[in-house]
């Protein structure tokens, strides 16, 4: 039975929070794999779990069949479940199997699931024992993806933590530093650089970086930006680690954006004149190229179930920059602190609610009826069986859509099946 929703109080930050936990339909935090494993390319994820994590993966990552692929499960058999001494050597082999036949992996990632939590495998220790062994060639690092611990986009929060503690300590009077943390694809963040470096901000760092073992050096010095609204245990961790976070808006739209940027700028001493001659190029494309759009989705309503933690983010966009009217904002988790910005902006009357109550909520979807549903690909076939038109959560996260370059690709992934409904409606 689905615990009772409870209404926490609107702030002057932004809307009352509609708090709900009961059934959800999210995907794991195994998801994150897809895009981490591009981003570092001499890493592997080695699943712990059942032939059901297999199947997630490579059904969402669609199996590069010529490709050495850089990320499998090890599957739990039965006989595993018998012993957990039994399934700790088997893990040893398999990795020693794995790491023999291919010395281009620098870092393994064994990542927890269902059926390892379950059986209560420590893979905190086995890592330790493993990178012992593998060490220095291959550092060992474990985080969960279960979907018993993780939403979705968790996974690469989770991730990114695992990688905090073993970043190495900036020299002693380095002077300051930037770190931007969340998986960007590569494109964008050659664009970022470029940004960056025109405002005169030096060094800028990346995390996760490209190659695994590169990490970035960290010192009092270093202030981190998030590029992604989901890593609240990675902010955390680095927080541990003396860094200050810069608040901004998350760089999606030209406002948001120009925020991210401007936020930096200021934390870094920046000429406000150099700040606004820098940005205001992109900032202007950005805005003409939405103007396209706004034909489209002004007016139009739209309704976020809970899925990739974008959702605020997204809606302050959808509202601000292209008119269009948010209903309810549905988010697993709502990281108050990281989206205080963000929530000041959503417009009055917009529902927010946090965690789910997956039948509540789609009733709630059906006494709306609204233009567009962002959702899961579990949620959306039904939904457009109902009439519903419907944009799948996933497509947003697997899609570049940050920064000022993509804000019209990002406008674009709402507006062509609006476009593709009032076509068929003709
Ligand atoms: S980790 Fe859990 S939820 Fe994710 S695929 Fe494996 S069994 Fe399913």
């Given at each position: 039975m689905s615990a009772p929703a409870s209404l926490g109080a609107a702030s002057k930050a932004g809307p009352a929070v509609l708090r709900e936990r009961g059934q959800r339909e999210v995907f794991c935090g195994l998801t994150g794999i897809i895009w981490l494993h591009r981003r570092m390319q001499d890493a592997f994820f080695l699943v712990v779990g059942s032939r059901t994590c297999a199947h997630l993966l490579q059904s969402a990552a669609?199996?590069?069949?010529?490709a050495e692929p850089r990320f499998g499960t090890a599957i739990i058999e039965e006989r595993d479940l018998a012993g957990l001494a039994d399934a700790n050597a088997e893990l040893d082999r398999v990795v020693a199997r794995l790491l023999e036949r291919r010395p281009d992996i620098r870092t393994l990632f064994l990542v927890g699931s269902c059926p390892s939590e379950v059986i209560k495998l420590d893979l905190a220790r086995a890592a330790a024992r493993l990178s012992e062994r593998h060490m220095p060639h291959v550092r060992v690092l474990n985080y969960s993806g279960s979907g018993i611990e993780t939403t979705f986009t968790e996974g690469e929060d989770a991730c990114l933590a695992a990688l905090v503690p073993e970043m190495p300590d900036a020299p002693a009077g380095a002077g300051p530093s930037l770190l931007v943390v969340g998986t960007l694809p590569d494109i964008v963040e050659d664009q970022f650089r470029r940004l960056f470096a025109a405002l005169g901000i030096a060094p800028v760092h990346a995390l996760p970086p490209r190659r695994s073992r590169a990490l970035p050096p960290v010192g009092p010095g270093t202030r981190f930006l998030l590029?992604?609204?989901?890593?609240n245990e990675t902010a955390r961790a680095l927080e541990d680690r003396g860094l200050e976070r810069i608040d901004a808006l998350f760089p999606f739209g030209a406002e948001g954006t120009a925020d991210w940027f401007a936020a930096a700028a200021e934390a870094f001493g920046a000429d406000p004149m150099r700040v606004r001659a820098v940005l205001a190029p992109g900032r202007e494309r950005a805005a003409r190229a939405l103007e396209r759009h706004r034909a489209t989705l002004a007016g139009r309503t739209i309704f976020f179930l809970p899925?990739?933690?974008?959702e605020v983010p997204l809606a302050r966009f959808l509202a601000s920059e292209l008119g269009m009217v948010p209903i309810e904002i549905g988010t697993p988790w709502l990281h108050q602190r990281h989206l205080a910005r963000e929530l000041g902006r959503l417009p009055a009357g917009v529902t927010l609610s946090e965690g789910q109550d997956v039948d509540r909520q789609l009733d709630r979807v059906r006494v709306h009826r609204p233009d567009i549903t962002v959702c899961g690909l579990g949620l959306a076939n039904p939904l457009e069986a109902e009439g519903l038109t419907t944009k799948w959560a996933i497509e947003l996260v697997f899609?570049?859509?940050?920064g000022f370059e993509q804000a019209a690709d990002l406008a674009e992934l709402f507006a062509r099946p609006l476009r593709r409904r009032d076509l068929l409606r003709v």
């Open positions: 669609g199996v590069m069949i010529f590029a992604q609204p989901f890593l899925d990739s933690q974008l899609s570049p859509i940050h």
